[in-house]
């Protein structure tokens, strides 16, 4: 009996770290998307501007519910890249204080160009982009709601309740067991 118990104290310690709840993970392919977001982009002027980071936070819950193939994830870093590329090669001159206020003083058709990468990458992950900006699934749902205090951003984290009660389960068993032979060893002494 105490072999069973060490054998199942063993198995316990091996894969209950294992159960941690893997959905909402992101891939290393996936990550490629944040990561280009996240290099934000410098003008020729020297400027750095950078997404914020609500916008960012959207791109990862949708990254975390979502799994996007290794194609898929290279038409949007694509999309992404030139978008910026695009800016940055147009930014001479321009003196700003925000990226919204940077993208306004683009020239026109830069503009057109980058909104027209924004509806690339969107269609490419499976969204659609209405004309007052709204971005929605193909159920029609909205994908990124703007964050306020009635709907905030939520980042996934923890483990399952699945994982938690076998933990708690498998403890209570190794307790009971681990009293019983206890009891058993000092009866026979």
Do not use: W
Not at 75 to 84: F, L, S
Not at 103 to 130: C, D, F, M, Y
Not at 155 to 184: H, P
């Amino acid at each position: 009996m105490k072999k069973i118990v060490s054998i199942v104290f063993a198995l316990l310690v091996v894969f209950l770290p294992i159960t941690a709840n893997a959905a909402g993970a992101i891939s290393a392919d996936e990550q490629r998307i944040l990561d280009s977001l996240n290099s934000g982009i410098t003008t020729k002027e020297g400027q750095r501007f950078f997404f914020s980071a609500t916008d960012i936070q959207q791109a990862e819950n949708d990254l975390k519910a979502n799994e996007y193939s290794a194609a898929t994830v290279n038409t949007v870093v694509g999309h992404i890249e030139a978008a910026k590329q695009l800016a940055v090669d147009n930014s001479a001159g321009i003196q700003a204080t925000s990226l919204e206020n940077f993208l306004k003083q683009l020239p026109k058709n830069v503009q057109t160009q980058i909104r027209n990468h924004v509806l690339e990458a969107s269609r490419a992950l499976g969204l659609s982009v209405s004309s007052n900006g709204n971005i929605t699934n193909s159920a029609g749902k909205k994908a990124f709601v703007p964050t306020t205090s009635s709907n905030p951003v939520i980042k996934t984290t923890g483990i399952s309740l699945t994982s938690a009660v076998m933990t708690i389960a498998s403890l209570v068993t190794l307790t009971v067991a681990t009293g019983f032979m206890s009891k058993r060893k000092g009866a026979s002494c």
